[in-house]
């Protein structure tokens, strides 16, 4: 089963952080998603959209995009920051598990990892389905994925920032479970807000992820009704995936006859 409305939460502490640790094309997807759809004149939703740090470029590439986030904190700072840069696009509190729009996408788009929060194997089959029925004939799903290896880590996080306010933010992740046949890995994070030596606020956040391996989810693309999948590495679309990537990217069109 999936889990429950407290996991991958996503609240206002970890959302300050976020847009602190990863400002607006900073991380190299960004560049990379915005090189594949330059000159694309078709509509694009992004799932888990967050804060708009991809939603916001591609606004300023002159691109047609939506989003949705089950996070009201992150769609708040996202709807901020579009605004901020003079946009007001189709934004809405959503889910995987259940989104709907009336029209279709000529693509969606997920980078950066984001699926692999559906950390149940026959949800993440349900949005595959989702998502091609949410695309236009010959529309094309792009998701990048974190692989199986990423399971295996156990590396406690300790970070910590200072906010525009001069507070002290500090974020504490342990990884509290770790499921093989699952493929799903969960971790337990204390988010933190100090002001003049003083904690003045704290939230506990539980993050649950699902890895998946390469050939697993070429079929599974398949077995969601996608044709022409590829795949690449590293961000760099002229090569095949290597297993030191941190990161691969998955290319899926729905047929036209579909």
């Known amino acids: 089963m999936p889990s429950d409305a407290t996991t991958n939460r996503y609240g206002s502490i970890a959302a300050e952080i976020y847009d602190i640790d990863k ?26 959209c967050g804060s708009g740090r991809t939603l916001v470029p591609f606004l300023q590439a002159g691109l047609d995009i ?12 996202c709807r901020t920051r579009c605004a901020e840069a003079g946009y007001a696009p189709d934004l809405s509190q959503q889910r995987y598990e259940d989104f709907a729009y009336p029209r279709r996408f000529g693509a969606i788009l997920i980078p950066v990892g984001s699926f692999t929060l559906i950390d149940d194997f026959a949800t993440a089959m349900e949005a595959l389905a989702r998502f091609r029925d949410h ?7 792009v998701v990048d994925l974190q692989g199986l290896s990423f399971l295996a880590s156990r590396t406690e996080d300790r970070r910590r920032w200072t906010s525009p306010s001069g507070e002290l933010l500090t974020l504490e992740g342990v990884r ?28 506990i956040e539980v993050m649950a992820q699902r890895y998946w391996g ?11 009704g996608f044709a022409e999948v590829s795949v690449s590495g590293g961000y760099d679309r002229r090569r095949a995936p290597r297993a030191t990537d941190r ?9 036209s006859g579909r």
């Not at 695309?135 to 799903?141: A, C, D, Q």
């Not at 046949?181 to 807000?193: G, L």
């Open 176 to 203: 509290t479970a770790t499921d093989w046949k699952r493929q799903r890995a969960e971790t337990t994070y204390r988010y933190e807000r100090w002001r003049d030596g003083v904690l003045a606020e704290s939230q």
């Open 247 to 255: 990161v691969w990217t998955f290319e899926a069109v729905r047929p």
């Open 23 to 48: 400002p607006l094309l900073a991380l190299p997807d960004t560049g990379f998603h915005l090189e594949r759809f330059r000159d694309f004149h078709r509509p694009i939703l992004e799932p888990a």
């Open 135 to 141: 695309l236009e004939p010959g529309g094309v799903l």
């Open 66 to 77: 939506s989003g949705f986030d089950p996070s009201p904190e992150m769609l708040e700072r």
């Open 214 to 224: 390469l050939e697993e989810f070429r079929l599974a693309l398949a077995a969601a």
